[in-house]
């Protein structure tokens, strides 16, 4: 198919999302990566006293065109990676995603796969879908499918994180009210490892108090008292209890409603996970700390998790959230991805989640997005009464400031050139 029959297509509404990425990339023809660049922000660099810890990567084309992709956290471990990889990707086809996602995953697996060299590989796939859509001149959700979902259902999480300068831990009735007036209505809390009680500085996660537990309810319970069930709640444990502190703290949180228990112990042990999974009636969220698919297969295999969670800049990419959100479909296990990171993580996860079929429920900060993005960006993507939707441009549809590159807060770094 050429070209501008592809383009003719979408334009008559005649389904564009059936033709698939191959289709896609065979209608606009061959291109070469001609270079690539990261870009890092200044060390001390502060907005509302966040710090951009992500780098970006620039895939250039002979077309002209240019992808951008992203990992964090971090500079000079992944600008070394990427420096590695790039005569594998210099000189290839950026539309031929699949083929460069395993070309550079099997000279991965030599090392063992894992690390920058992984979060390379996944910034880069997300730029060439970046390409890819510039290319066809559609947003990178067609190129998925098409919407499966007319717009995305967000909750916020805190996780250090403050609203207009509130912490979760001192006043979560007035964080809560300021969520439901903007249509938002659900919230990720931290309150065993933040917060007065803050129990896994305490033991290291391997003993926890029956006071302490009853301390930790304390955000839960405020919130239920100030506004019923008119707000959904997530925990995070991040990842450092026991099995038994694990069991521990889901039944006493089983009484509250909770949406999903996310990451109670280190996704190491499946067994222990489908244990825990097994023995409470919350839901079990599994999690950003897994990459690829075949990771994630171990876990729907075990029934070790509910929730299926990935990050778009860590699991290996567009591409690869696209196959384990389709995988865990097969099991019944909705998809929420993890958004607390850059810019690039939160377009990319709007437009991979808008393709699937399985979405339930997608993290969004509100200091990110309302704060520090837009130090960056002109056309952040911000919540509308509670849900957030895709861009129309095509790619990715960001659309970079020139002001952070001119005053210094931003650095293109060449890495490699034909």
């Keep these: 198919m050429r070209r501008r029959d592809f383009l003719a297509a979408a334009a008559a509404g005649v389904a564009p999302w059936a033709l698939n990425a191959q289709a896609a990339a065979a209608a606009v023809g061959p291109m070469k990566i001609t270079k690539i660049e990261a870009v890092r922000f200044r060390q ?21 065109l240019i992808g951008i992709g992203e990992s964090y956290p971090g500079h000079e471990a992944h600008r070394g990676a990427l420096k590695e990889l790039s005569s594998y990707i210099l000189g290839k ?14 000279r991965i697996s030599y090392q063992p796969w894992g690390g920058a060299e992984f979060r390379m590989l996944t910034a880069v796939n997300i ?52 969520l439901l007036k903007r249509g ?8 065993y490892d933040r917060g007065p009680v803050n129990a896994l500085a305490r033991h290291g996660g391997t003993f926890i108090t029956q006071a302490e ?34 069991l ?37 969220c599994i999690s950003e700390r897994l990459a690829t698919r075949f990771r994630f ?24 959230a696209k196959k384990i959100s389709d995988m865990a479909d097969t099991y019944k296990i909705p998809t929420s991805p ?13 437009h991979t989640a808008t393709s699937l079929t399985n979405f339930y429920i997608m993290e969004s900060v509100y200091h990110l997005y309302n704060d520090v993005y837009p130090h960056f960006l002109k056309n952040v993507p911000v919540p509308v009464n509670g849900y957030v939707t895709a861009p129309e441009l095509p790619g990715l549809g960001i659309e970079v400031r020139e002001e952070p590159f001119r005053n210094g807060d931003a650095v293109i770094e060449t890495i490699a050139e034909l």
């Design 248 to 284: 521990q703290i889901a039944r006493s949180l089983e009484p509250y409603g909770i949406m999903y228990l996310e990451d109670t112990m280190l996704p190491d042990n499946v067994t222990a996970l489908a244990s825990l999974s097994r023995e409470t009636s919350i839901p079990i």
């Design 213 to 246: 537990l009853k301390q930790s309810l304390d955000p839960v319970q405020r919130i239920r008292k100030a506004v019923g069930d008119e707000i959904e709640i997530a925990l995070d444990l991040s990842s450092r209890w026991n099995l038994p502190c694990s």
């Design 44 to 64: 001390d660099l502060r907005i509302q006293g966040i710090a951009p810890n992500w780098m970006w990567v620039r895939l250039h084309t002979n077309t002209g």
């Design 338 to 350: 993890h958004t607390g990171g850059g810019p690039v993580l939160w377009y990319s996860s709007i």
């Design 297 to 320: 297969r171990e876990m729907f295999e075990a029934r070790a998790g509910d929730v299926v969670m990935y990050d778009l800049t860590w699991c290996g990419g567009i591409s690869e």
């Design 184 to 191: 938002i209505k659900g919230i990720k809390l931290y309150p």
């Design 127 to 178: 730029a060439q879908w970046d390409i890819l859509g510039k290319a066809s001149g559609l947003p990178v959700y067609k190129l998925l499918g098409g919407k499966a979902q007319e717009k995305l259902l967000v909750y916020n999480t805190m996780n250090g994180w403050t609203i207009n300068g509130m912490r979760e831990h001192d006043y979560p009735e007035k964080i809560v009210e300021f």
């Design 93 to 106: 086809d950026p539309t031929q995603i699949d083929r460069l996602w395993q070309d550079l995953f099997f």
